[in-house]
Nanobody
């Protein structure tokens, strides 16, 4: 069982940046593919980005390509999402997830989820 906890959300103006963190509760974090999802008010949760356990492969939703960067530090059991050039439409609760394969994150069928952190981008 892996417990995940997001942090780093907040209020930022359009064009600004935020870095989200996702800390895992145990050392086996390094064995999981991990990723970020978001859920805007009135919408379903959607995929944002994912990374393999080695960090050697990443995938992004088209809406964030070139603006967001996913990374991880297995020594710290932590994953990050650097968000630049933020837009009001990026406003959402951001969740981190972990699963056995990156495909699990791409399909949203991963086993483990965090509780979410709010990101609000003002225009």
């Amino acid at each position: 069982q892996v417990q995940l906890a997001e942090s780093g959300g907040g209020l930022v103006q359009a064009g600004g940046s935020l870095r989200l963190s996702c800390a895992a509760s145990e050392g086996t974090f390094s064995l999981y593919a991990t990723g970020w999802f978001r859920q805007a008010p009135g919408k379903e949760r959607s995929f944002v980005a994912a990374i393999t356990w080695t960090g050697g492969m990443t995938r992004y939703a088209d809406s964030v390509k070139g603006r967001f960067t996913i990374s991880r530090d297995n020594a710290k059991n932590t994953m990050y999402l650097q968000m630049n050039s933020l837009k009001p439409e990026d406003t959402a609760v951001y969740y981190c997830g972990a699963g056995g394969r990156i495909l699990d994150l791409l399909t949203g069928t991963n086993d483990y989820w965090g509780q979410g952190t709010q990101v609000t981008v003002s225009s």
